[in-house]
């Protein structure tokens, strides 16, 4: 089964500067999906970005970005310009057949 | 507005009691599904459907815990009997198959006491 794994519980960021999510998953797959998924205190799960594992172009969706290596399974997340909005629990999920979450890391955002 | 709908939002129940959880995905979504997120285990896969087939349900307590899909525009969780280690948010989140992406619910609260 696919794991993934997010090594970072907690982070927290100014204001308008930039912070960078990390997820690392295994699997021995060669087609499949990642995404980040956000959930605010409304637990609302709410898709932020995803990318797809045969395009090498990182997605971005405004001030979302991701850097993903698929070499090294690696899926980090990047927030540009982070806003008091973004506060937020972050997760990263694999899906191939099944969709796998990690385990989440809790952003805080410090006006 | 296309979005996936869950009921009840709040549950609580007594001990023993059966629940049942209701989910309808989203029109021309072919893959179901649920979630319990708890603090200690995080986001749990229960099971998932695809055209309303059940593909695994490796993660489900099978002795109490029972998922099926009566019809494309219902899915159902059902806890027979509840316990309190039950307690949880229970997300229904539907996509199309080779991952668009999956779309949650706004999840069940479920306590039970």
């Known amino acids: 089964a696919q794991t993934v794994t997010q090594s970072q519980p907690e982070m927290s960021v100014q204001e308008a500067e930039t912070v960078t999510l990390s997820c690392t998953y295994d699997t021995s797959e060669n087609n499949y999906y990642l995404f980040w998924y956000k959930q605010p205190p409304s637990r609302q799960m709410i898709l932020v970005i995803r990318?797809?594992?045969?395009?090498?172009q990182n997605a971005t969706e405004n001030r979302f970005s991701v850097n993903f290596q698929k070499a090294a399974k690696s899926f980090s997340l990047k927030i540009s310009d982070s806003q008091l909005g973004d506060t937020a629990m972050y997760f990263c999920a694999f899906l191939h057949n099944d969709m796998r979450f990690g385990a989440g890391t809790r952003l805080t955002v410090k006006p | 507005d296309a979005r996936v709908t869950q009921t009840p939002r709040h549950k609580v129940t007594e001990m023993g009691q059966e629940v049942t959880m209701r989910c309808q995905p989203i029109l021309g979504h072919n893959t179901v599904f649920w979630y319990r997120q708890t603090m200690m285990q995080g986001l749990e896969l229960l099971a998932y459907?695809?055209?309303?087939?059940?593909?695994?349900d490796s993660g489900m307590p099978k002795d109490r815990f029972s998922a099926e899909m009566p019809d494309a525009t219902l899915a159902t969780l059902k806890i027979q009997p509840s316990e309190p280690r039950d307690s949880a948010v229970y997300f229904c989140?539907?996509?199309?198959?080779?991952?668009?992406?999956?779309?949650f619910g706004q999840g069940t609260r479920l306590t039970v006491v």
């Open positions: 459907f695809r055209n309303r087939a059940p593909l695994d």
């Open positions: 989140a539907s996509g199309l198959v080779r991952g668009r992406a999956a779309f």
């Open positions: 990318q797809e594992a045969y395009k090498q």
